[in-house]
């Protein structure tokens, strides 16, 4: 039962130009959306997340967009960097319980 | 100063062996949780705890079991480990239970059962 979705499993992008990382999510009730950053052989550490009361949130070069009638969300990153070269985790937060997708490796090309 | 800190990193052991995963966090949060990474990459939460109060425990076979001494400190018991068990366990903790917390996670331990 996968209620948080990441149907891409990698993306690559040219250094400069936006990433546009997608999660799709099945439970209505989840009431806090969060994106990870992971490197290898570390643990995910926090990016940004977004209230389901609201549709956008900004933190520098980091917006998360949430369309709830689509159940969908996305982490936009402009411009992109050699540094976002990672895994990103789109996760969803209800009673206590976080639960993760599969994760994106984003590949930032030169 | 690494906020959550886990040990060890690499562990392999062969099946049927009891083995311990410790955590601790720096920061003075109140909950303490454990996750774990299976070979499909999922993260899949295993137990959480809150001031050492058990809150969250998912579909995880009693072999796992988790003991918190003090709410910095949440670790991680296996008995009789199992070759299904060789995953990358997350050990992580956040300020409150509710909605909305960062989640701080260690760096993980590469769990190798033969």
């Known amino acids: 039962d996968q209620q948080v979705k990441q149907n891409s499993p990698s993306l690559s992008v040219q250094e400069g130009r936006i990433s546009i990382l997608n999660c799709d999510y099945t439970n209505s009730m989840f009431d806090y959306f969060l994106w990870y950053k992971k490197y290898p052989a570390e643990g995910p550490t926090f990016l940004i997340s977004i209230s389901s009361i609201k549709d956008k949130n900004e933190d520098g070069r980091f917006t998360v967009f949430l369309n709830k009638s689509a159940k969908h969300l996305s982490l936009h990153i402009v411009p992109s960097q050699p540094g976002d070269s990672a895994v990103y985790f789109c996760?969803?937060?209800?009673?206590?319980?976080?639960?993760f997708g599969k994760g994106t490796r984003l590949h930032i090309l030169p | 100063d690494t906020a959550v800190s886990q040990t060890p990193k690499y562990l392999v052991t062969q099946m049927g062996n009891d083995k311990s995963i410790k955590c601790e966090q720096n920061?003075?949060?109140?909950?303490m949780y454990w996750y774990k990474q299976d070979s499909k990459k999922f993260l899949k939460i295993m137990f959480s705890y809150n001031n050492k109060e058990l809150i969250i425990n998912e579909t995880v076979p009693n072999r796992f079991s988790p003991k918190s001494p003090d709410k910095a400190h949440l670790n991680l018991h296996i008995n009789s480990l199992e070759l299904g068990d060789s995953a990358v366990y997350f050990c992580a903790s956040s300020q409150r239970r509710y909605s909305g917390n960062t989640i701080y996670f260690g760096e993980g331990s590469w769990l190798t059962v033969v």
């Open positions: 996760a969803a937060d209800r009673d206590d319980k976080i639960i």
């Open positions: 920061l003075g949060h109140d909950t």
